[in-house]
């Protein structure tokens, strides 16, 4: 679009791409193989897709009933989103789903569990769904492997993706209630952040087994109580504090946890891989620095 940009630390089209929109945000994430040498036959694939406010998608829907004219309307609003997907074609029926958002009474009964978006699910903006899914399937296989579970093993799962759905929540709500103003939405992203980097560390630097620790911190009082008066703090009748306040209460809020370095204005919202506020961090972990530079290559997936 023209934009004097500073360059990033990696492509941005290589992860999912967030637009922040009047009416919600709509998601971009490539499809395209990274080991191919060259497109796939018909050109590269995106999963390209609008969430909205109920109000928004409303009268979206009132004004254009067929989703390829509501997709395209949404288009002509946004110039810059519009040029980009120019020559792109649906290769499937473009789909409208009223409602997103559901919550199951429990996740676990006589004879049965649910994973975590059957039993749960807000919103795909913090992209949970793979990791929480993969740490409910650890625990059903922990539950299992000894034959039928009693009810209580069954409740304790249950329990514990309620808190995580609850927390889960949380983290989404607050992101909606700050999206119109991209400076305190991007404060309230480094709670996530923040989350997710610390617990992503502690599971491989730590011993132990992590199977049944709370997806995103949802049992670690420190990450569950930033969260929570984050949560009440942007969720008011009035609405959010004003970004520079909320910027600077993020930043504290989130110190005992911070092992990425997060919420530095230096960083203007980029933060490429540094091991640097990781090794900086260790005694957040319960380590020394030696002892996480010994355990660092934990770290590298495989």
Known sequence: AGARLAPGPYPDDAAAVHHLLDEGWCYVLRFAPEEAAEEPPGGALASVGFVLRRAAAGALAARHPDPADAFAALLARYPTLAAQLAAARPVRPIAWRSRLAHRLESAAGRRWLALPHVFAFHDPL?????????????????????????????????????READHVGRLVEGAWATMHDFPAFAAWSHLYFAAASFCEAAERLLPGDHAWSGFLGADDPVVAGFVADGHALVTVPGGPPPAAQLATWVRRAIAPRNLAGLANPARGNLYPVDHAPLFAGAGLLGLSEDELRVRVSRLRRV
Do not use: K, M, N, Q
């Not at 769904?129 to 249950?158: C, F, K, N, Q, S």
């Open 126 to 162: 913090f992209s949970t769904g793979i990791a929480w899914t993969l740490a409910a399937v650890e625990r059903a296989l922990d539950l299992l492997a000894a034959g039928p579970p009693p009810p209580g093993r069954l409740a304790r799962y249950a329990g514990l993706l309620a």
